[in-house]
C-alpha cells in the first residue's frame, strides 16, 4: 500500500510513535532457570510427566487421584497448571529406524535396510512438513521478592541480594514439588533457560516453529535488553 494513502487514512501515524512490541510482552529475562517478569516478579516451571489413568484399574486410579489431590493441599504456597502442545521429539524413532536398517545391512538383506532408509527419509520430511503435537504439562511456581509493603509504597526496584533470595525459595519450592510428585509415581524435573525461552517463544510466536530459530534468537525476538534493578 502506497505511504500517501496509509496517512490519508490514519492507519499509522507517520512520527512512529506506536510504541514497540516488546514493551508489551511481560518478560524481561531469563536467568538461572528463573523468569524474571517486568513487575519484578519470579517464576520456576517444572514439567511432569503425563499419566494414562484410562487404562488403570478402577481402584488404582481412585487412590492416584486422592493422593493427587492430598499432594496439592500440602503445597503453602502459589502454583499454576497449565495444559498446552509441544513438538514431539522423534529423535529416539530415529536412531531406532538407523539401527534396525544398519542391523539388516550386516546380515547381508539390503534391499530390506535400504526400503527402511527410504521410509526414514520419508518420514522426515512428513514430520517436519507437519510438525506432530504431543501434550505438554507445566506447573509455574510465582515469587514475589518485592513484598506488599514495599510494593505499595511504589519500590519495586529487585537488588541482586532479592534475586538471590527469590531464585533459592523458588529453588526449595521446586524441590518440595518434585519430591511430593515423586512418591505418588509422576516423575517431575525442572526446565533449563533453554527450555524456558523455547516455551515463551512458542506462547508469543505460536505459528513459527522454533527448530528454525536459534534459541537467544528466539530471546531476543520478544525481550528488550534491560538492566535488572
Not at 45 to 63: K, N, Y
Amino acid at each position: 500500500m502506497h505511504r500517501d494513502l496509509i496517512d490519508m487514512f490514519g492507519l499509522f501515524s507517520v512520527n512512529d510513535s506506536l510504541p514497540p512490541t516488546q514493551d508489551h510482552i511481560l518478560v524481561e529475562a531469563v536467568r538461572d532457570q528463573v523468569i524474571i517478569l517486568k513487575t519484578r516478579d519470579l517464576a520456576a516451571v517444572l514439567e511432569p510427566e503425563g499419566i494414562d489413568i484410562s487404562r488403570m484399574p478402577q481402584d488404582a486410579r481412585a487412590g492416584l487421584l486422592i493422593a493427587y489431590q492430598r499432594c496439592l493441599a500440602n503445597f503453602r504456597f502459589p502454583y499454576q497448571i497449565i495444559v498446552g502442545r509441544k513438538s514431539q521429539n522423534l529423535d529416539a524413532f530415529w536412531e531406532f529406524l538407523h539401527h534396525q536398517a544398519e542391523a539388516w545391512r550386516k546380515k547381508g538383506r539390503r534391499g530390506y535396510a535400504e526400503r527402511l532408509w527410504e521410509f526414514s527419509d520419508f518420514m522426515h520430511d512428513v514430520t517436519a512438513s507437519v510438525s506432530p503435537q504431543v501434550h505438554q504439562y507445566l506447573i509455574v511456581l510465582p515469587y514475589d521478592p518485592i513484598g506488599a509493603t514495599e510494593r505499595a509504597r511504589g519500590r519495586v526496584a529487585l537488588s541482586d541480594e532479592g534475586l538471590k533470595t527469590g531464585c533459592q525459595e523458588l529453588s526449595g519450592r521446586c524441590d518440595q514439588v518434585v519430591r511430593a510428585l515423586a512418591r505418588i509415581g509422576v516423575p517431575v524435573r525442572r526446565l533449563t533457560d533453554r527450555e524456558l525461552i523455547a516455551v515463551l517463544h512458542r506462547v508469543y510466536h505460536p505459528v513459527t516453529g522454533t527448530y528454525r530459530i536459534p534459541p537467544m534468537a528466539r530471546l531476543r525476538s520478544f525481550m528488550a535488553a534491560t538492566e535488572i534493578r
